[in-house]
């Protein structure tokens, strides 16, 4: 029998960030286990985490650089790949100019370690008029109300739920999704020990989910009057004396602005428009108030709707109202073991934020946070003339089946005169590349979380060194980034010098941190994200700051921890992190409380038709691993949910194909009829639609499912944030 090693590693596919035992014959994972004895999930782990060596060994994984001539793809040296890079760019530019050149930044940036620490590296150093990302089909609404709360995009308070006596949640569905903008392992378990522990879970979805099943109460909702509702209970609790103004916290303004504009918002006014009946809502605002301690959570589907911006701030309203806010139990800032680049304070903001100080080439919408609604993209790419995008750089993300106006934007990839993906996969997007650089895949490459840590439920912080080693002369994606950005700044390929470039990069860091970087640099072999990463570590919140805390920790405590190491749960420090002009929260920023007229103006709107929604499945992550046969095996998972008499009433039955048609498109799907489904909602995942030719994803191609965002009208955005309103598209639904 060969030798078997077991690797300790960090499961890098979701906020979960399960600890694995990886056990390896001959090159090969034999088997994938929980890792019992990490200090942060303790055994927990789902069935993605045992397919990271389907992913790592799966043959259509891109392996080698790749160049596209026509319809042929050849494997080429990466010498050869960045010379392509350098000649696309190059005519690119000297045709059409910089401005012509934007990038797409996908979701799994967020979640690899040299990608998350660099692409940053990429967008600085390339500085784009505009760059897209999947950040408008997900959390910008969250991020500008974390902004105009706390003067960081990225500071976002997180539902203490291993202490909490009730907890709501909104819009998330962690029994799938294993918990979004609050990393924790197990969420399910930790909502039954609220439960056990004589607490209440209640879950508000369009849909009863497999969280909803773990909680107490389900209250069905009405896609996208999430805010009203939300309204209606801040009027709660100012009407009926609920809100305490000694609990309040003390940085906290304008509480009295708040109470005045939701004199108006009664349970009865939004009651008919949220399908919830105003002794509910009057009910919830009064269990919130009198537990212990509360907490509100809002993700994905508060989110990804009309009135985004407004529900987010709402959700933080709510716990600072009710005096659980910066407190055990309640909404908190997480205090991460390393900090993020993306968490530092930006130059561009310094003094104070604006919106809209650009506007988009087609539809003229002002820029929110340096971005512009994704599904626009296609749109500015086939616009034609001077202003028109004529390359694009993809980072790990697949916009023709993730972004909205899907179809538009495949017919303008195709059109571009230069694309280069950095991607693993031959997927619907990359097809369209000429230049397709492969990264690695999650064991050949170490891992540490990064933006992740800002809101995990305890501080803390696990080092996985790779399992396999990368093909030798694989640069990293670091470098890959620095090369890129350093050819969009002009250097010409030849006096590229990457680790220059880094060393410059990472004296800038050092310095935002107060640390002498020619006192630093000396003490590191070789740059790249480990140095980052120790810097990281080392100047944050436990850090040794190179030595004056001599307790403090460096990247290699971690290293010699390898089931991770736990500082512990969070602790109330809003002082610490607001970053604010005045050091104050403003609880009615104006440029929010602005839309309350639009939302008022919803309550009065007739609803006619069905309401489409997403959803996800454990199974399934976006659409990047519907490849892994373990995972894609079995019962269809593109199915059109629809509650039993809205199936009667379309005539559609359970099994069969249905017509869904919305005024931009129509699919055709097969229908799965279920009482889990509030009546007037149907559901359909996203992430399907794996029939293009020209991909190298056999699996996939096998099961390939509809694409939902075929259905969404790109410009149906909620204004505030720019982010597509997914959920809640009219639609109807007839037998195919
Ligand atoms: N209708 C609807 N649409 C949605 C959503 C929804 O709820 N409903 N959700 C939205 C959300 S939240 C998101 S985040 C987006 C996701 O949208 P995207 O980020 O555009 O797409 P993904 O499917 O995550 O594709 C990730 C790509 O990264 C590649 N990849 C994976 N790991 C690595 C790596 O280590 N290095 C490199 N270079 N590449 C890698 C994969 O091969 C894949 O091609 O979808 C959005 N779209
Ligand atoms: N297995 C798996 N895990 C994932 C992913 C994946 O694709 N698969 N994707 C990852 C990514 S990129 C993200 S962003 C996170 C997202 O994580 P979550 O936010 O937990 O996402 P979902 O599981 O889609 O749950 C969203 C819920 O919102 C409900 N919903 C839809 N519209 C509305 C509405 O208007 N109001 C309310 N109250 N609810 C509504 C839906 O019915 C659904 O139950 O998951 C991450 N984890
Ligand atoms: S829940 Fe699953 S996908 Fe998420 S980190 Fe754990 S094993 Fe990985
Ligand atoms: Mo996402």
Same mark, same amino acid.
């Given at each position: 029998?060969?030798?078997?090693?077991?690797?300790?590693?960090?499961?890098?596919?979701?906020?979960?960030?399960?600890?694995?035992?990886?056990?390896?014959?001959?090159?090969?994972?034999?088997?994938?286990?929980?890792?019992?004895?990490?200090?942060?999930?303790?055994?927990?782990?789902?069935?993605?985490?045992?397919?990271?060596? /389907?992913?790592? /060994?799966?043959?259509?994984?891109?392996?080698?650089?790749?160049?596209?001539?026509?319809?042929?793809?050849?494997?080429?040296?990466?010498?050869?790949?960045?010379?392509?890079?350098?000649?696309?760019?190059?005519?690119?530019?000297?045709?059409?100019?910089?401005?012509?050149?934007?990038?797409?930044?996908?979701?799994?940036?967020?979640?690899?370690?040299?990608?998350?620490?660099?692409?940053?590296?990429?967008?600085?150093?390339?500085?784009?008029?505009?760059?897209?990302?999947?950040?408008?089909?997900?959390?910008?609404?969250?991020?500008?109300?974390?902004?105009?709360?706390?003067?960081?995009?990225?500071?976002?308070?997180?539902?203490?739920?291993?202490?909490?006596?009730?907890?709501?949640?909104?819009?998330?569905?962690?029994?799938?999704?294993?918990?979004?903008?609050?990393?924790?392992?197990?969420? =399910?378990?930790?909502?039954?020990?609220?439960?056990?522990? $004589?607490?209440?879970?209640?879950?508000?979805?369009?849909?009863?989910? $497999?969280?909803? !099943?773990?909680?107490?109460?389900?209250?069905?909702?009405?896609?996208?009057?999430?805010?009203?509702?939300?309204?209606?209970?801040?009027?709660?609790?100012?009407?009926?004396?609920?809100?305490?103004?000694?609990?309040?916290?003390? =940085?906290? !303004?304008?509480?009295?602005?708040?109470?005045?504009?939701?004199?108006?918002?009664?349970?009865?006014?939004?009651?008919?428009?949220?399908?919830?009946?105003?002794?509910?809502?009057?009910? =919830?605002?009064?269990?919130?108030?009198?537990?212990?301690?509360?907490?509100?959570?809002?993700?994905?589907?508060?989110?990804?709707? @009309?009135?985004?911006?407004?529900?987010?701030?709402?959700?933080?309203?709510?716990?600072?109202?009710?005096?659980?806010?910066?407190?055990?139990?309640?909404?908190?800032?997480?205090?991460?073991?390393?900090?993020?680049?993306?968490?530092?304070?930006?130059?561009?903001?310094?003094? $104070?934020?604006?919106?809209?100080?650009?506007?988009?080439?087609?539809?003229?919408?002002?820029?929110?946070?340096?971005?512009?609604?994704?599904?626009?993209?296609?749109? @500015?790419?086939?616009?034609?003339?001077?202003?028109?995008?004529?390359?694009?750089?993809?980072?790990?993300?697949?916009?023709?089946?993730?972004?909205?106006?899907?179809?538009?934007?495949?017919?303008?990839?195709?059109?571009?005169?230069?694309?280069?993906?950095?991607?693993?996969?031959?997927?619907?997007?990359?097809? /369209?590349?000429?230049?397709?650089?492969?990264?690695?895949?999650?064991?050949?490459?170490?891992?540490?979380?990064?933006?992740? =840590?800002?809101?995990?439920?305890?501080?803390?912080?696990?080092?996985?060194?790779?399992?396999?080693?990368?093909?030798?002369?694989?640069?990293?994606?670091?470098?890959?980034?620095?090369?890129?950005?350093?050819?969009?700044?002009?250097?010409?390929?030849?006096?590229?010098?990457?680790?220059?470039? !880094?060393?410059?990069?990472?004296?800038?860091?050092?310095?935002?941190?107060?640390?002498?970087?020619?006192?630093?640099?000396?003490?590191?072999?070789?740059? $790249?994200?480990?140095?980052?990463?120790?810097?990281?570590?080392?100047?944050?919140?436990?850090?040794?700051?190179?030595?004056?805390?001599?307790?403090?920790?460096?990247?290699?405590?971690?290293?010699?921890?390898?089931?991770?190491?736990?500082?512990?749960?969070?602790?109330?420090?809003?002082?610490?992190?607001?970053?604010?002009?005045?050091?104050?929260?403003?609880?009615?920023?104006?440029?929010?409380?602005?839309?309350?007229?639009?939302?008022?103006?919803?309550?009065?709107?007739?609803?006619?038709?069905?309401?489409?929604?997403?959803?996800?499945?454990?199974?399934?992550?976006?659409?990047?691993?519907?490849?892994?046969?373990?995972?894609?095996?079995?019962?269809?998972?593109?199915?059109?949910?629809?509650?039993?008499?809205?199936?009667?009433?379309?005539?559609?039955? !359970?099994?069969?194909?249905?017509?869904?048609?919305?005024?931009?498109?129509?699919?055709?799907?097969?229908?799965?009829?279920?009482?889990?489904?509030?009546?007037?909602?149907?559901?359909?995942?996203?992430?399907?639609?794996?029939?293009?030719?020209?991909?190298?994803?056999?699996?996939?191609?096998?099961?390939?499912?509809?694409?939902?965002?075929?259905?969404?009208?790109?410009?149906?955005?909620?204004?505030?944030?720019?982010?597509?309103?997914?959920?809640?598209?009219?639609?109807?639904?007839?037998?195919?």
């Amino acid at each position: 029998m060969a030798d078997r090693t077991i690797h300790l590693r960090t499961c890098p596919l979701c906020e979960a960030m399960c600890g694995l035992e990886v056990h390896v014959e001959d090159q090969a994972v034999k088997l994938i286990r929980p890792d019992r004895d990490d200090v942060w999930s303790k055994g927990y782990i789902c069935p993605k985490g045992t397919a990271l060596g /389907h992913l790592h /060994h799966d043959p259509d994984r891109v392996r080698a650089p790749m160049v596209r001539e026509g319809e042929i793809w050849k494997e080429v040296t990466w010498d050869e790949a960045f010379e392509r890079c350098s000649e696309l760019l190059g005519d690119v530019i000297a045709r059409h100019g910089k401005s012509s050149v934007t990038a797409y930044i996908g979701n799994p940036t967020a979640h690899a370690l040299s990608l998350s620490r660099y692409v940053g590296v990429l967008i600085g150093m390339a500085a784009l008029d505009c760059i897209y990302s999947a950040g408008t089909v997900d959390q910008w609404p969250k991020n500008v109300s974390s902004m105009l709360l706390y003067g960081n995009m990225w500071t976002i308070p997180t539902p203490d739920l291993e202490r909490t006596d009730y907890m709501v949640i909104m819009g998330g569905n962690p029994q799938a999704s294993g918990g979004s903008l609050m990393a924790c392992a197990d969420v =399910l378990g930790k909502l039954d020990a609220i439960r056990g522990r $004589g607490g209440k879970v209640v879950v508000i979805d369009p849909r009863r989910t $497999g969280t909803a !099943d773990h909680a107490d109460e389900w209250v069905p909702i009405v896609p996208g009057t999430d805010a009203a509702l939300l309204m209606a209970i801040v009027h709660v609790l100012f009407a009926d004396g609920l809100v305490d103004p000694t609990r309040v916290h003390v =940085l906290v !303004d304008n509480v009295v602005r708040v109470g005045a504009l939701a004199a108006e918002w009664t349970p009865e006014r939004v009651e008919r428009a949220c399908g919830i009946g105003a002794d509910t809502i009057r009910r =919830l605002a009064h269990e919130l108030a009198a537990a212990p301690t509360s907490v509100v959570y809002g993700r994905i589907g508060t989110c990804n709707q @009309e009135f985004g911006t407004l529900a987010s701030w709402l959700v933080d309203v709510v716990n600072v109202l009710t005096g659980n806010f910066d407190s055990v139990g309640g909404l908190m800032f997480a205090k991460p073991v390393a900090w993020a680049l993306s968490t530092l304070d930006d130059p561009q903001w310094a003094d $104070g934020v604006s919106f809209g100080r650009w506007k988009s080439r087609v539809g003229d919408i002002p820029e929110v946070l340096g971005q512009v609604p994704v599904g626009l993209m296609a749109e @500015e790419m086939l616009l034609g003339g001077d202003e028109a995008w004529r390359a694009l750089i993809t980072v790990a993300g697949n916009p023709v089946i993730s972004s909205t106006n899907p179809d538009r934007l495949d017919e303008a990839l195709a059109g571009l005169e230069c694309m280069i993906s950095i991607d693993n996969a031959l997927n619907e997007t990359t097809r /369209h590349a000429h230049v397709l650089l492969p990264g690695l895949s999650a064991l050949e490459q170490a891992h540490f979380d990064d933006l992740i =840590l800002n809101w995990a439920v305890r501080s803390t912080g696990n080092y996985s060194p790779a399992v396999f080693a990368p093909p030798e002369d694989h640069p990293g994606e670091w470098r890959i980034f620095t090369v890129l950005g350093a050819l969009l700044m002009g250097v010409p390929l030849a006096d590229i010098d990457v680790d220059a470039f !880094d060393d410059g990069f990472f004296s800038v860091l050092c310095e935002a941190k107060g640390v002498d970087p020619a006192a630093v640099l000396p003490l590191y072999d070789e740059g $790249g994200p480990e140095r980052l990463l120790d810097l990281q570590i080392r100047t944050g919140e436990f850090g040794d700051r190179y030595g004056e805390r001599p307790d403090g920790l460096t990247l290699q405590s971690f290293k010699d921890a390898p089931h991770g190491l736990d500082l512990g749960p969070m602790e109330p420090r809003l002082d610490e992190v607001l970053r604010t002009a005045n050091g104050r929260v403003d609880l009615a920023p104006s440029y929010i409380v602005a839309d309350l007229p639009r939302l008022a103006a919803r309550l009065d709107r007739a609803v006619d038709s069905l309401l489409l929604t997403s959803r996800r499945h454990q199974r399934s992550n976006n659409s990047w691993m519907h490849n892994v046969r373990t995972l894609v095996k079995g019962k269809d998972r593109c199915t059109l949910l629809i509650h039993p008499d809205d199936a009667t009433q379309c005539g559609v039955v !359970d099994g069969a194909l249905a017509r869904v048609t919305s005024e931009r498109g129509s699919i055709e799907v097969p229908v799965e009829v279920s009482d889990e489904m509030m009546p007037g909602v149907v559901s359909l995942p996203h992430g399907w639609g794996h029939d293009k030719p020209g991909t190298r994803q056999s699996v996939a191609r096998e099961h390939a499912g509809v694409n939902n965002n075929k259905l969404a009208d790109p410009l149906a955005i909620d204004p505030l944030s720019n982010n597509a309103a997914i959920n809640g598209i009219p639609v109807e639904v007839v037998p195919a």
